[in-house]
């Protein structure tokens, strides 16, 4: 449950339910009480459900319906509002409560109003995820985005069934005891390995901060049923392409007015048909947006390109995040990669029109390549290797004018290479390198 400041003292509430098809019915309506900081009511409206609801959610091996209701509100005076809505009950197949049917579905947003300064509650980016495998070690990150530019702090929390009333008896979800229920409080990435079939709920609270002040919160209530399949969770092959940062986390560094690609590649061991989707702020952005894109590559599997040119506004200290979520017919996989955008150390200290020096080298396939045209072209690459055969030929399309990185993986022997650029079918300088095992 969301609000989104409209003008003024105008807010949009926005509420998103998924209900388990075997679980309770879901109310075609719903109660939003909006209280001030003294617990004074000064919102109590029965919104109907959106006409679009109800409907099941399609390619899933499970009966999942949405339901979506909305309400505009004002309030009076600046200060802290709470949003609350409940359903009775929670779904009795759940094993992590006591008596989950005795519980009901409970949700509550926290924002503030103030006089002069727009302030939204965070969001959630990435869709739920709804069912996953036993026994497989599984990510998901719901992605909690805010429009205002302000810090989120995410946690993993126990459900609840009232205002600051815990559902009884919770226990943190099944998990073997190398992958626990946790999430990552740097990037917001749930990891686990579910070692019991069944219906499991937990909460994740997002906080908002502005200038150290705690200004909002909202809370996803999710519900995860593990499912017994021996089918594989797809996942992206590649993403060793992304460096690991000294925290474990995979990062990029991205220079202003630099244009920006990396290529992965999403596989199913099975064979099963795949998506390949990407979530992020780089996405959405109003100037300039990164680009996200797939074909079809080697048969079942899919090539994904993430690009992005970003500009001297949208430098700032914390990074963007992204997700990269392959899906199968069953089940989906995410990875998170951070994203920093700055005046990084330039590798752009060449004259003219040329390739760049190569990094790091001597690598391990996996290399940066940075290229500069003055005007727009088709570009292709060839390698060769010391006796002057060429052993890989890469087209990159046509580019634009202007500096470029493309961060790449070679799949080639070890051993010392020459790289040729070739400008609309003449070369344009050259570059060697050397793969190390």
Request: proline share 6%; glycine share 6%.
């Amino acid at each position: 449950m969301v609000v989104t400041h409209l003008s003024g003292n105008q807010y949009i509430i926005h509420l998103t339910a998924y209900r388990d098809t075997l679980g309770i019915p879901f109310a075609g309506y719903a109660t939003f009480k909006v209280f001030d900081s003294n617990g004074t009511i000064v919102s109590n409206n029965n919104v109907a459900v959106d006409a679009v609801s109800g409907w099941p959610l399609a390619n899933v091996p499970y009966g999942v319906e949405v339901y979506t209701f909305h309400d505009t509100i004002s309030v009076p005076a600046p200060g802290m509002y709470v949003v609350e809505w409940f359903n009775c009950c929670r779904n009795g197949a759940i094993q992590n409560l006591t008596q989950p049917l005795s519980e009901s579905m409970f949700l509550s947003t926290e924002f503030m109003h103030f006089a002069n300064a727009s302030n939204s509650t965070p969001e959630f980016l990435a869709p739920p995820v709804t069912f996953l495998p036993i026994n497989q070690a599984w990510q998901y990150n719901s992605l909690p985005f805010d429009i205002d530019g302000d810090s989120l702090a995410w946690s993993i929390d126990t459900p609840l069934t009232s205002y600051n009333l815990y559902c009884a008896g919770y226990t943190s979800p099944s998990a073997d005891t190398s992958g626990p229920f946790v999430i990552d409080p740097i990037n917001g990435q749930i990891s686990w390995t579910p070692d019991a079939l069944g219906n499991f709920v937990a909460s994740i609270r997002v906080e908002e901060f502005r200038a150290g002040v705690k200004i909002g919160e909202i809370i996803r209530d999710y519900q995860m049923i593990v499912i017994p399949d021996t089918n594989k969770l797809p996942k992206i092959t590649n993403m060793n392409l992304i460096p690991v940062n000294s925290s474990g986390h995979r990062y990029l560094n991205l220079n202003v007015n630099t244009s920006f690609s990396v290529s992965l590649i999403a596989d199913d061991q099975d064979g099963d048909p795949i998506q390949f989707l990407a979530f992020g702020e780089p996405l959405i952005v109003n100037s300039n947006p990164a680009w996200f894109g797939t074909v079809p590559y080697n048969g079942t599997s899919l090539m994904g390109t993430f690009a992005w040119m970003p500009n001297a506004n949208q430098v700032r200290v914390n990074p963007y995040l992204m997700v990269f979520r392959v899906k199968d017919r069953n089940f989906s996989y995410d990875e998170t990669v951070m994203i920093n955008v700055g005046n990084f150390a330039s590798v752009y200290d060449f004259e003219g029109e040329s390739l760049g020096q190569l990094y790091p080298n001597p690598n391990n396939g996996i290399l940066s390549l940075p290229i500069q045209l003055n005007s727009a072209a088709e570009v292709q690459l060839q390698i060769s290797d010391m006796k002057g055969a060429a052993v890989k030929n890469i087209a990159l399309g046509r580019m634009t004018a202007g500096k470029h990185l493309k961060l790449m993986q070679l799949n080639l022997d070890a051993g010392s290479y020459s790289i040729t650029l070739y400008k609309d079918q003449k070369a344009s300088g050259t570059q060697r390198f050397v793969i190390i095992e």
